[in-house]
């Protein structure tokens, strides 16, 4: 039986809003058309193929040809095969998702957007709403059969956690200390995209310095900084995780300017910046504004096993590690369960590549 090693990929998980409208789902054309691949005697169609293949080359300033373009086609019928074989196991299991689980999905992921920037994000993608709820659809079976065959079952024990600990103790001696910080930040550019809660943007530098002192005096009566910053903050980046940066070193602070450097050396954990001026290299003069919180600092040095930060991390790289590699085999042993033929990858060994 034939392989297909495309199964141990990561196009199969689409687990975030922006992958999801990148890799939509297509419609199944059971009236006719090429016949491309079958997987247990279920056909998967050119016009699927072409569907998804539109889609990732949308927006591409130079379009695949020849070699290339077959080389995508492959990649896309392979990762069709792939959801045909783990949807047929959700029907086996009964664990398909039902209609209030999509409907409940899109809701969450429409919720930063009006409707009209929605319907346009689906357009530009040149996708339908009934394409966007069947990948929903397929993306949370996938969740609900990975989560029941593999994740539910995996186990990490406190010797495993002391066992890595032991073998990797140098991973965890800070050589410097870390800092965790967190952002709202306001733009007066009125032309950039924003994704918090509330669509809320600042048009123009006026209304950025009105709408960041208004956050500041809000933060100041005691409002929640990460739930100010996923519904106000206008950094794409960070504004869906509540302004979260993540660690980074002390010398990482070295590259910020010299007046947010300051500002943040200055602060204890659980306190945020006055609003600090974002400043055009060329005349100086603001383009946005931003305030930062300093979650907590990490001095430089050992970090002992009795430390809950310590054995959380670690027990979530062996969690992790472990699904990975559980994952690899549970797809391995799914496709050499199922009868998969593919007609497009035959055709284009028959024919040395030259195909369409």
């Known amino acids: 039986m034939k392989k297909c090693n495309g199964l141990k990929r990561a196009g199969l998980a689409m687990v975030s809003a922006f992958l999801l409208i990148g890799l939509l789902a297509c419609n199944r054309n059971s009236s006719g058309g090429d ?125 495993d956690v002391s066992g890595y600990y032991n073998d990797h103790k140098a991973e965890f001696n800070l050589i410097e200390a870390q800092y965790h910080l967190a952002k709202i930040v306001v733009s007066g550019a009125g032309n950039v995209q924003v994704h918090n809660l509330q669509n809320s943007k600042a048009q123009n530098a006026v209304e950025a310095g009105k709408k960041i002192q208004t956050i500041a005096n809000r933060l100041d009566s005691g409002d929640d900084f990460a739930t100010m910053a996923m519904n106000y903050s206008e950094d794409p980046e960070t504004s869906n995780n509540g302004g979260d940066l993540g660690m980074a070193p002390e ?71 472990r699904e990975q590699l559980l994952k690899a085999a549970y797809y391995e042993s799914l496709r050499d369960d199922a009868k998969v033929t593919n007609y497009y990858a035959e055709q284009v060994l028959k024919n040395a590549g030259a195909v369409k």
């Open 35 to 159: 016949v491309m691949a079958s997987v247990n005697g279920r056909k998967i169609y050119r016009s699927e193929v072409d569907k998804y293949y539109a889609n990732q080359t949308a927006g591409s300033d130079q379009q695949p040809a020849g070699e290339q373009a077959v080389s995508l086609r492959l990649s896309i019928l392979n990762e069709l095969i792939e959801t045909e074989i783990l949807m047929q196991r959700a029907e086996k299991l009964g664990l398909l998702a039902t209609d209030e689980e999509v409907d409940r999905k899109l809701n969450e992921i429409k919720s930063p957007y009006t409707a009209e920037e929605f319907n346009k994000r689906l357009q530009d993608k040149k996708i339908s709403l009934d394409d966007f709820k069947r990948d929903l659809r397929r993306s949370l079976t996938r969740d609900k059969v990975l989560n029941k065959e593999i994740t539910s079952r995996i186990n990490i024990t406190d010797q």
């Open 251 to 321: 010398s990482a602070l070295k590259n910020a300017d010299p007046a947010t450097r300051e500002a943040v050396m200055k602060l204890k954990p659980g306190q945020y910046t006055p609003v600090i001026p974002m400043l055009n290299p060329t005349n100086h003069q603001p383009v946005g504004y931003m305030i930062v919180k300093l979650i907590s600092k990490e001095p430089a040095g050992q970090r002992d096993l009795n430390d809950p930060r310590v054995q959380q991390a670690i027990r979530q790289q062996l969690r992790d590690r």
